[in-house]
């Protein structure tokens, strides 16, 4: 699924952000950009999975190994030091996403948190480290520019599934 096919699916509006009108160094947009990047994959996962598995179809996509090349590639990326709080959010959020699945596919019909995902331990502490991702990038780049305060609330809202 593309990402804007994903967003549309939401539906949530994408604001991308800009690196050329950031406040942020050279290093940390660097981070940034490749996060946001990562970040918007995720949100084409969740979606596409959330999508296949409601109709019962937990094998035509390797929701699982998605989420995991995700998660790796987050675990080998080294954050500038002050995004290393920002970078474990992430870290979490995407794990507590990929949790959610793996329980779904191996509960299937019996998974009752398929209409109640607020109350799914996971769902929750996914929720939570996107919230905190993007308080934590608030607090960090107070002097952004509105299109890229947008951007970082459109992206870790996106991903939240709450």
């Not at 991308?16 to 970040?39: G, K, R």
């Not at 790796?72 to 002050?82: E, L, W």
Request: proline share 4%.
């Amino acid at each position: 699924m593309s990402v804007d096919r994903a967003y549309a699916a939401i539906p949530h509006r994408r604001t991308v952000w800009l690196a050329s009108d950031s406040t942020a160094t050279p290093e940390e947009n660097t981070y940034l950009n490749a996060t946001f990047q990562l970040v918007d994959q995720a949100i084409a996962a969740r979606v596409a999975g959330f999508q296949s598995y409601s109709r019962g179809d937990f094998d035509s996509l390797d929701i699982d190994a998605q989420f995991g090349q995700l998660v790796n590639y987050a675990r080998a990326a080294t954050p500038p030091k002050s995004l290393a709080a920002y970078h474990q959010d992430i870290l979490s959020a995407l794990s507590g996403e990929r949790q959610f699945f793996q329980d779904w596919k191996a509960n299937r019909g019996q998974f009752v948190y398929a209409e109640h995902i607020e109350n799914h331990p996971a769902v929750r502490a996914a929720s939570d480290a996107s919230r905190a991702a993007y308080s934590e990038l608030m607090r960090l780049f107070p002097r952004e520019q509105q299109n890229n305060k947008d951007a970082f609330f459109d992206y870790h809202c996106a991903l939240d599934f709450l």
